[in-house]
């Protein structure tokens, strides 16, 4: 009982602060869905306290960055419908089966992947959709993501596009990563892959 009243505390402090002190700058940043969200759903807010060991201040940092990507991506408003068709056909993203603790698996194919800047932006509204589509059902269940590295050549190699996976979680998606695996990871990108894996394990602790 007393864990969940300080529980209780904590948001009710960060929906304040958040109200007083960041929204009165940056309404303009934010989409006002987010806002009333934030105002009721409980476990939304405490995922972000969570995931910044209950740091208020960590946490309004996060919840600010985390709302104007939403906005810039306009999250709540992606849909299949809204997305190139050719992001689908692909096939290098997807959501499909679950692990051996239960948990779904957001699937990196690599090798379909193909590093193109000027079609960066798209790919990255992609996967702010599958994730969103995700927390929506699963309201906040745990999330496996799995590289697929196994016939990747270097035109497939985007280290930018998997910091930006990772990142997600990181920031918008906070609580939500059980864990990531790689499979099949080429030697040469070895250091690479984990330092950026090392990055967002390491926030958990």
Known sequence: MAEQDNRAVLINETRQRFETEYVPA????????DLERLQQ?????????????DSVDETLKMIDESFQWRKEYAVHDLTESSLPKWLFEVGALYLHGYDKEGHK???????????DAKTQFEKKKLVAFWLERYA?????????VVFDMAETGLS??????????????????PNYLSKIVIFELPWIMNGEFKSLTFQVESERL
């Open 41 to 53: 759903d409980d476990s939304w807010v405490d995922n972000f306290l969570i995931w910044r060991h």
């Open 136 to 144: 929506r059902r699963e309201h906040g269940k745990p999330l496996t």
């Open 156 to 173: 497939n190699m985007d280290l930018d596009f998997v910091r930006y996976i990772i990142g997600c979680f990181k920031v918008y998606y």
């Open 105 to 115: 698996i957001f699937w990196f194919k690599v090798k379909l992947h193909t590093k």
């Open 26 to 33: 940056k309404s303009d940043k934010y989409d006002s869905r």
